[in-house]
């Protein structure tokens, strides 16, 4: 898949996945790429930024919990502002697509 079609949804996709319930960095990982069916895999060194930036803007908390294993892992969980420019979000994303298949789609 073309990254570059990609690189302005990454905070579209970790929100829309973060409306699930909270979730850690791994996870998010193996579920974009079980979502895709392996097609397009989030790179840790993609993640993380994206994750910290969502986080500035108060889109997204973070917070440890330990694991039974005695293991601390870090959970990402949406906030209100988060959910309002997530519904922002796909609501553009939706007259974005439109608009393309209006030149890609099938004519009439």
Known sequence: ??????????????????????????????????????????????LYPALHKLEAAEFITSYWQTQPNGRDRRYYAIQPA?????????QEWGQFVAMVDGFVGPRP
Not at 16 to 28: A, E, F, K, N, V
Not at 82 to 90: I, Q, R, T, V
């Open 1 to 46: 898949m073309d990254r570059e079609l990609l690189k302005g949804s990454t905070p579209l996709l970790l929100l829309s996945l973060l409306t699930d319930g909270p979730m850690y960095g791994y996870q998010i990982i193996e579920t974009v790429k079980q979502r895709t069916d392996g097609s397009y895999t989030l790179k840790e060194g993609a």
């Open 82 to 90: 988060g959910a309002s420019f997530l519904a922002a979000k796909k």
